[in-house]
């Protein structure tokens, strides 16, 4: 229960009557949050680090990396998926502890790697910029940059480690998911502020891409599936993240204090967690200055479903 989780750090009171905790501090940037053997592991940016805490929010190292870590899976046999940002790889560490690329996606992927989904075969699918975000921002302005984009795509990868094309002339592909029967694919348009669909067909391959929602003005980064069907959003241009339903309605929105949210995952002990990653800005010479960013959670009313 949130009453027992973290002892001493005061909640804050969120809409609905959402009590939301901080469970821990001193994140640089986290991503790819992911709920796993009881733990919720989460990539640090510029810590270079993939972490786990339990909800007494104790921080374990999982693994320490040379490059900037983002999207975490894992293979039925246990193996860690972790993608390389800026190498535009899928790392795998196997059970017994051996690290090495798993897939090197840099011939199809523009630009830096970032949130990545791992089916229950073990086949990953990875989004991309698709092109400098920070320099563009800064040369030409957010709002230009949102209206006008070079777009990008989502790359499959398979479970021996082959590399294909999914999707493309995506806005800036980011969270994914896969529904429980593992039949349709939803991954978020940061850019596009909308949430698009595509049905998995044999060995992996997607098919009739379609809007699932339009979330704008809010802008889907990090995501995750809930047992009703619907999709949490983490909102990184505000402080909150809205739990969406396909079509587009708005559902509920759970606010992050003063921080703006850039990833989130149902999980805890029946699912019904709500993790919420929080930094001040994605900005990389903000967010690597300090280690000011926060993981936040929330009881909500239904259960993690599918995958991650």
């Known amino acids: 229960m949130i009453s027992s989780i973290r002892p001493g750090i005061d909640p804050m009171a969120g809409p609905g009557n959402r009590t939301v905790v901080t469970l821990r501090e001193g994140i640089y940037f986290g991503e790819g949050p992911r709920w796993h ?13 993939v972490l786990s805490l339990g909800l007494d929010g104790e921080l374990e190292t999982e693994l320490e990396f040379d ?46 790697c970032n949130d990545m989904v791992v089916d229950g075969e073990g086949r990953a ?24 984009h070079p777009t990008a795509t989502l790359v499959r990868v398979d479970p021996d480690g082959s590399v294909s094309v999914a999707a493309d002339g995506l806005g800036f592909p980011n969270g994914t998911v896969i529904t429980p029967d593992g039949k349709t694919l939803i991954v978020g348009e940061s850019l596009g502020g909308r949430l698009t ?83 001040p800005s994605s900005d990389h010479a903000k967010a690597a200055e300090a280690p000011l960013g926060k993981v936040l959670v929330c009881e909500v009313d239904d259960a993690r479903a599918g995958w991650p």
Not at 37 to 49: A, E, I, P, T, V
Not at 71 to 77: K, R, S, Y
Not at 132 to 145: N, T
């Open 197 to 279: 669909a595509f049905d998995i067909g044999a060995g992996g391959a997607l098919s009739n891409r379609r809007v699932w929602a339009e979330t704008w003005p809010r802008m889907p980064d990090g995501i995750c599936l809930d047992e009703g069907g619907a999709v949490w959003i983490a909102n990184p241009i505000a402080p909150e993240c809205a739990l969406i339903a396909q079509g587009g309605e708005v559902l509920e929105v759970v606010e992050t204090g003063d921080l703006p949210c850039f990833a989130c995952m149902l999980g805890g002990p029946e699912g019904k967690h709500l993790f919420m990653l929080v930094a």
């Open 125 to 148: 699918y990875v989004g991309n910029f698709g092109f400098d975000l920070d320099a563009e921002i800064a040369a030409r302005g957010a709002e230009s940059v949102i209206a006008d």
């Open 37 to 49: 053997d009881g733990r919720l592991w989460l990539s640090d940016f510029y810590q270079h680090k």
């Open 67 to 112: 490059d900037q870590p983002s999207g975490l899976g894992w293979m039925p046999d246990g193996s860690l998926l972790v993608v390389s940002m800026k190498r535009r790889q899928v790392w795998r560490k196997w059970p017994d502890g051996r690290l090495a690329m798993h897939a090197d996606l840099s011939d199809v992927s523009k630009h830096l």
